[in-house]
């Protein structure tokens, strides 16, 4: 057979080979033959012979090292070049060595796995980033996210208490889905018409249920729905709008929330939103003193009070709610400006008179001087006393104007507004222009869990006798709840007109799925290991499976003393936030999110104490 036919490819059939210089086709077969074995070989000694590196380190691999030494080469030197070539190409075949291995590794890690070291390769950059004082896309500082102690728990080893626990998350599940099922992205849920609900007290930024809820979903290790509602958070929680909200409300839950969120979980996205909506409520202060207005257009930055507050004043619990939130965001942000409003509010307050040593709940921006003498540590003033103290504990007690401002404050409502009732019941009663109203509310049942909170700071050997405050509040609170038909608290209830820790009015004997009274057994719980608080808050726990549980979630209802339930159709977002996530702790172990590193602010938000040594080293962090 001709090689013409064999080689289709390359012979010109053809062609002649009528010039001296052709070959035939037969011949330049064997000459191609011939020439890529000679190539082949070449490539063989250079891959495969024993010394082959060497002759590669100078084809491939000039080091200016190697270069230079051979350059210079003397006889002494040159065994100096053969020993910096070996090392040189020793590194290289480890390098390649450690490449081939990482490459291995690589191809039999799980997806997750290879995400998770990007993501470490990322914090590395970030945290060299924060040794040159970098800044992010947003310009942000970058910060190195530490994740504080006992951001997660363990079951307890009681089989009771584990039982319990377990009975709590499943309470949060039923909450939520229902949530998710008929209401997802409103604000609240409406579980007996089961579909959205919202208060104008957020204007129109939805999703109140959601923010409120990450910590608790993470706290409870419900990750995949903490990364559903992060992903809602990312996609749809938007502040630019043209409305008007308060600004107390959006603090405690919304920047609350967020900065919960990104403490629990390392999460950027919720550090971003906290700052971001931060400096949408900026323009609150722009007041003549300073003392911010309770609601805000976040869009034209026009704040303005309640009409009905005393005079155009601004409310103690809510201008006076806004420390620990906004102490956190100048952290963040590393912009002073969160912590100087905040801290011009003190100023504001340290030049006043006050009645009694009292502060009174109403205060005018514009002059700075007080409106009507209503002084309450419930509605209108509580949280500012729980901020003073919380403010002391978060700074790593080194806020002592805080502490002192705290333990002054305590020693005027000692005074002048804690009293016993004949029945021996301990209550904190309301201040009205020098007389006293003899009505505690559920809001005012939170101090029982903040007087045992600050006991052990108290001046002059006062931390039994505050301990004991805290445990009579508890047992007037748990009272409250006994005295009635569904055992659940009234929102108020009264020591005169021959009646003790019982609503008179038709108007205070609603329940709204508030957190106050379980948020002091729990502290109660913390402090002394007592079991009554848990079987306190377990009594709690039946009642609001048996009267609040309905098909659609959980609802509020409008008299604790009637004899079956009138639903008031609302599950508030703070049922997530608080009254379940107290609940979940009261039966968990002390180590899991421990008052020695974290501190709740109002809405039950976990917050971490900023360490003293953290301050000194964190430079991007520090505040000026
Ligand atoms: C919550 O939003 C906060 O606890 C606030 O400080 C007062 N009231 C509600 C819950 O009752």
Same mark, same amino acid.
């Given at each position: 057979?001709?090689?013409?036919?064999?080689?289709?490819?390359?012979?010109?059939?053809?062609r002649?080979?009528?010039?001296?210089?052709?070959?035939?086709?037969?011949?330049?077969?064997?000459?191609?033959? +011939?020439?890529?074995?000679?190539?082949?070989?070449?490539?063989g000694?250079?891959?495969?012979?024993?010394?082959?590196?060497?002759?590669?380190s100078?084809?491939?691999?000039?080091?200016?090292?190697?270069?230079?030494?051979?350059?210079?080469?003397?006889d002494?030197?040159?065994?100096?070049?053969?020993?910096?070539?070996?090392?040189?190409?020793?590194?290289?075949?480890?390098?390649?060595?450690?490449?081939?291995?990482?490459?291995?590794?690589?191809?039999q890690?799980?997806?997750d796995?290879?995400?998770?070291?990007?993501?470490?390769?990322?914090?590395? /950059?970030?945290?060299?980033?924060?040794?040159?004082?970098?800044?992010?896309?947003?310009?942000?500082?970058?910060?190195?996210?530490?994740?504080?102690?006992?951001?997660?728990?363990?079951?307890?080893?009681d089989p009771?208490?584990?039982?319990?626990?377990?009975?709590?998350?499943?309470?949060?599940?039923f909450?939520?889905?229902?949530?998710k099922?008929?209401?997802?992205?409103?604000?609240?849920?409406?579980?007996?018409?089961?579909?959205?609900?919202?208060?104008?007290?957020?204007?129109?930024?939805?999703?109140a249920?959601?923010?409120?809820?990450?910590?608790?979903?993470? +706290?409870?290790?419900?990750?995949?729905?903490?990364?559903?509602?992060?992903?809602?958070?990312?996609?749809?929680?938007?502040?630019?709008v043209?409305?008007? /909200?308060s /600004?107390?409300?959006?603090?405690?839950?919304?920047?609350?929330?967020?900065?919960?969120?990104?403490?629990?979980?390392?999460?950027?996205?919720?550090?971003?939103?906290?700052?971001q909506?931060?400096?949408?409520?900026?323009?609150?202060?722009?007041?003549p003193?300073?003392?911010?207005?309770?609601?805000?257009?976040?869009?034209?930055?026009?704040?303005?009070?309640?009409?009905?507050?005393?005079?155009?004043?601004?409310?103690?619990?809510?201008?006076?709610?806004?420390?620990?939130?906004?102490?956190?965001?100048?952290?963040?942000?590393?912009n002073?400006?969160?912590?100087?409003?905040?801290?011009?509010?003190?100023?504001?307050?340290?030049?006043?008179?006050?009645?009694?040593?009292?502060?009174?709940?109403?205060?005018?921006?514009?002059?700075?001087?007080?409106?009507?003498?209503? +002084?309450?540590?419930?509605?209108?003033?509580?949280?500012?006393?729980?901020?003073?103290?919380?403010?002391?504990?978060?700074?790593?007690?080194?806020?002592?104007?805080?502490?002192?401002?705290?333990?002054?404050?305590?020693?005027?409502?000692?005074?002048s507004?804690?009293?016993k009732?004949?029945?021996?019941?301990?209550?904190?009663?309301?201040w009205?222009?020098g007389?006293?109203?003899?009505?505690?509310?559920?809001?005012?049942?939170?101090?029982?869990?903040?007087?045992?909170?600050?006991?052990?700071?108290?001046?002059?050997?006062?931390?039994g006798?505050q301990?004991?405050?805290?445990?009579?509040i508890?047992?007037?609170?748990?009272?409250?709840?006994?005295?009635?038909?569904?055992?659940?608290?009234?929102?108020?209830?009264?020591?005169?007109?021959? /009646?003790?820790?019982?609503?008179?009015?038709?108007?205070?004997?609603?329940?709204?799925?508030?957190?106050?009274?379980?948020?002091?057994?729990m502290?109660?719980?913390?402090?002394?290991h007592?079991?009554?608080?848990?079987?306190?808050?377990?009594?709690?726990?039946?009642?609001?499976?048996?009267h609040?549980?309905?098909?659609?979630?959980?609802?509020?209802?409008?008299? +604790?003393?009637?004899?079956?339930?009138?639903?008031?159709?609302?599950?508030?977002?703070?049922?997530?936030?608080?009254?379940?996530?107290?609940?979940?702790?009261?039966?968990s172990?002390?180590?899991?999110?421990?008052?020695?590193?974290?501190?709740?602010?109002?809405?039950?938000?976990?917050?971490?104490?900023?360490?003293?040594?953290?301050?000194?080293?964190?430079?991007?962090?520090q505040?000026?």
């Open positions: 057979m001709p090689v013409a036919t064999l080689l289709p490819f390359t012979a010109t059939p053809s002649k080979s009528s010039s001296p210089t052709s070959f035939r086709l037969t011949e330049k077969f064997i000459l191609l033959l +011939v020439f890529s074995a000679f190539i082949t070989l070449c490539f000694a250079i891959f495969f012979l024993p010394d082959s590196s060497k002759l590669l100078g084809v491939f691999f000039h080091s200016s090292a190697v270069e230079t030494n051979t350059r210079k080469g003397t002494s030197d040159s065994n100096i070049v053969v020993g910096t070539d070996e090392k040189i190409l020793a590194k290289i075949r480890k390098d390649h060595e450690k490449a081939l291995v990482e490459a291995k590794d690589t191809l890690k799980r997806p796995e290879i995400k998770q070291d990007i993501q470490n390769e990322k914090d590395k /950059v970030l945290k060299e980033g924060l040794g040159k004082g970098g800044k992010d896309d947003d310009n942000l500082p970058v910060i190195e996210y530490v994740r504080p102690p006992g951001a997660t728990g363990h079951e307890p080893s009771e208490t584990k039982e319990r626990r377990e009975k709590i998350k499943e309470m949060m599940k909450a939520w889905d229902s949530y099922r008929y209401a997802w992205g409103s604000n609240e849920l409406r579980p007996v018409s089961k579909q959205g609900h919202s208060s104008n007290l957020f204007g129109s930024i939805k999703g249920t959601i923010v409120d809820a990450l910590d608790t979903l993470y +706290v409870m290790e419900m990750y995949e729905d903490f990364e559903m509602a992060t992903e809602w958070v990312e996609k749809n929680l938007d502040f630019n043209n409305a008007e /909200v /600004v107390f409300e959006v603090n405690i839950r919304f920047v609350g929330g967020l900065l919960s969120a990104y403490y629990l979980s390392g999460k950027e996205v919720f550090r971003k939103k906290a700052i909506l931060g400096e949408k409520l900026l323009p609150a202060f722009k007041t003193t300073g003392i911010p207005w309770a609601l805000l257009n976040l869009k034209s930055g026009i704040g303005r009070n309640w009409p009905w507050a005393s005079g155009g004043s601004s409310i103690l619990a809510e201008y006076g709610t806004l420390h620990l939130e906004f102490m956190h965001l100048s952290k963040l942000s590393g002073p400006a969160f912590a100087e409003k905040v801290m011009n509010i003190r100023k504001v307050l340290n030049r006043l008179d006050k009645p009694q040593g009292l502060y009174p709940n109403y205060l005018n921006p514009n002059s700075g001087q007080w409106g009507q003498h209503h +002084v309450s540590v419930g509605g209108l003033g509580d949280s500012f006393y729980e901020y003073l103290l919380k403010a002391w504990l978060m700074s790593d007690k080194t806020d002592e104007e805080g502490k002192k401002l705290y333990y002054d404050a305590l020693q005027a409502i000692e005074t507004l804690m009293r009732s004949s029945g021996g019941l301990t209550y904190i009663a309301e009205k222009g007389l006293l109203e003899h009505k505690m509310g559920h809001l005012t049942c939170f101090a029982g869990g903040m007087i045992a909170l600050g006991a052990d700071g108290a001046p002059e050997d006062k931390t006798h301990m004991e405050q805290a445990a009579e508890a047992r007037t609170c748990h009272e409250s709840y006994a005295r009635t038909t569904l055992k659940l608290g009234p929102e108020g209830f009264r020591f005169d007109g021959g /009646v003790e820790a019982i609503a008179t009015r038709q108007n205070e004997k609603y329940f709204i799925l508030r957190p106050e009274v379980i948020e002091t057994y502290y109660m719980w913390r402090f002394t007592d079991p009554k608080y848990r079987e306190w808050g377990w009594e709690a726990v039946q009642a609001l499976e048996k609040c549980r309905v098909e659609g979630g959980y609802s509020g209802v409008r008299d +604790v003393y009637a004899s079956s339930p009138n639903h008031d159709d609302v599950q508030q977002s703070f049922y997530l936030a608080e009254t379940l996530k107290y609940l979940f702790l009261l039966f172990d002390d180590d899991h999110l421990p008052f020695e590193h974290w501190v709740f602010n109002t809405e039950a938000h976990p917050l971490p104490v900023i360490k003293k040594e953290m301050t000194d080293t964190d430079k991007p962090n505040l000026e």
